[in-house]
């Protein structure tokens, strides 16, 4: 199995690999352009919410929303990479309260 975290954390990826350790540059996944291009704008938007504070918290439901459609993408899109046994298990990761979501 291969187990991603979608993790919009200060300094990451956006995607970082649960098992082996770090994170992965979203090119290594072989994801369509656009949806690269769409993950790197959700980070950039996480990354302003997360330096305002996560103040608003409608606001972050709706990111954090976006993060899980990633997630649901992310493995939509690999289910004809390889990983060790087939199964790609994808969560996000919630920076603002710390926890899987």
């Not at 956006?14 to 994170?23: E, K, V």
Request: charged share 30%.
């Amino acid at each position: 199995m291969k187990y991603l975290i979608v993790d919009a954390s200060f300094n990451g990826t956006g995607i970082r690999d649960q098992y082996n350790g770090g994170y992965l540059h979203v090119t290594q996944l072989q994801l369509t352009t656009d949806f690269i291009d769409s993950i790197k704008s959700w980070l950039a938007r996480y990354d302003i919410k997360r330096r305002q504070g996560f103040n608003d918290s409608s606001e972050i439901d709706r990111i954090d929303a976006e993060g899980k459609e990633n997630c649901r993408k992310i493995k939509s899109e690999l289910v004809d990479a390889e990983a060790p046994d087939g199964t790609w298990q994808v969560e996000i990761y919630n920076s603002s309260i710390r926890r899987i979501i």
